[in-house]
């Protein structure tokens, strides 16, 4: 997995290179952990909003920003980008203030107004902790587990399996998902007699 975002990391990859008259094709899912989470669950304006084809992030930043989106800056779509993510990596409002550099205060408003605007993915959150302290895991939406012994514990570790328990059925579907594809990009392979092949997986990424 080299990186795209810095300079060093573009130029390491420069130096992978396909064979005479052949391409490295890359081929990704675009925002698949969000579009998982409005599957899951089944909020009304994240669901529209991927059916509309919009640039989510954007369409996070013009609700809690309260502006049209025509008026969200680089900066609002970061911030929105930031929460978008955090959120379902379970970031609160601590984090969240570390990682925008804004106030405590500020953060939790953000926050508050993001389930505010997503009240279908509130309820996922705390439907899945319930399920979670419940049964003692949680599941994809292909029914793959993960079993989460210190969900009833106490302080910081049952803090860290709530947070689990609320990612990991949308990193697990994506994980899921990805090794479904290799399997239908394989047999498409060999069903069209390509000379192509899969050289590597990294997350939501075949190349």
Do not use: C
């Amino acid at each position: 997995n080299i990186p795209i975002k810095t300079t060093e990391g573009r130029k390491i990859r420069e130096s992978f290179i396909a064979t005479e008259h052949s391409f490295i094709v890359s081929a990704d899912y675009s925002q698949i952990e969000l579009r998982i989470m409005a599957h899951l669950s089944n909020d009304d304006s994240l669901v529209e909003a991927f059916k509309n084809g919009e640039d989510i992030h954007r369409h996070t930043a013009s609700e809690l920003y309260g502006i049209p989106l025509s008026d969200v800056t680089a900066e609002y779509r970061r911030h929105a980008k930031t929460i978008n993510f955090g959120l379902i990596y379970g970031m609160g409002s601590y984090g969240l203030a570390k990682q925008l550099n804004i106030e405590l205060g500020d953060a939790k408003l953000f926050i508050d107004r993001y389930f505010d605007r997503y009240p279908g993915v509130k309820h996922y959150m705390d439907a899945t902790r319930l399920h979670a302290m419940e049964y003692g895991y949680v599941e994809t939406v292909f029914g793959r587990r993960l079993y989460l012994p210190q969900i009833n514990g106490k302080g910081a570790q049952k803090k860290a399996a709530e947070r689990e328990a609320i990612n990991a059925p949308m990193q697990g579907t994506a994980a899921d998902l990805i090794k479904l594809a290799m399997i239908k990009v394989y047999h498409w392979l060999v069903t069209q007699k390509m000379s192509s092949r899969i050289i590597m997986q990294v997350h939501d990424e075949l190349v």
